[in-house]
C-alpha cells in the first residue's frame, strides 16, 4: 500500500507544475499526467479491490503505452530542459539508462490487459509498473 500511496502522491504533484509549460515540456507533463490518470483508474482493479475490466485494463494499457517506450524517449530531446521543466539532466546525461526505463514502462503496460493473470500476479504487475515509475522519478526529475 505505500508504494501505491506514493505513486498517487508522484503523479498527484503534476498538476502544479504545468502552470506556464508550453510546447514539448507540456506535451511531456501532459504524457505523464495521462499515465497517472491511467494507473489511478486501474488500481482498485489491479489490487484486487474490483473486479478484472478488460475494456478499462486495454484502454489504460494503451495510454501508458502511447506515453512511454520511444515516444516517451522523443517527448525529451536536448535542450527541452530548465525552465518549469522537471526533467534531470541526467536524462541527457545517461541516455541509455533512461530509455531502459522507458521501454519497461511499455512492456509492463502490454501486460495489463492479461486477463489470464492470477490476482497475485496482477498485483505484482501493478507493483512493478509503480517501481518502474518511482525508479524513473527518482533519477530523472527534479522538483521545481
Not at 27 to 54: C, H, N, Q, V, Y
Not at 96 to 107: D, G, R, Y
Not at 124 to 141: E, M, P, W
Amino acid at each position: 500500500m505505500k508504494k501505491l500511496a506514493l505513486l498517487f502522491a508522484v503523479f498527484g504533484t503534476m498538476a502544479f507544475a504545468h502552470a506556464g509549460a508550453m510546447g514539448i515540456v507540456k506535451e511531456r507533463m501532459d504524457g505523464m499526467k495521462a499515465i497517472g490518470a491511467s494507473l489511478k483508474s486501474i488500481a482498485p482493479m489491479m489490487t484486487g479491490k474490483a473486479e478484472f475490466d478488460s475494456a478499462l485494463a486495454e484502454q489504460a494499457s494503451q495510454v501508458i503505452i502511447e506515453h512511454s517506450g520511444q515516444n516517451m524517449i522523443d517527448r525529451f530531446p536536448e535542450g527541452s530542459e530548465g525552465g518549469v521543466s522537471e526533467a534531470a539532466t541526467a536524462i541527457w546525461e545517461q541516455p541509455e539508462a533512461f530509455a531502459e526505463i522507458a521501454f519497461e514502462l511499455e512492456k509492463l503496460a502490454g501486460e495489463i490487459p492479461d486477463a489470464s493473470l492470477s490476482a497475485e500476479a496482477r498485483l505484482q504487475l501493478f507493483k512493478d509498473i509503480g517501481q518502474t515509475c518511482k525508479d524513473c522519478h527518482s533519477a530523472y526529475r527534479v522538483l521545481n
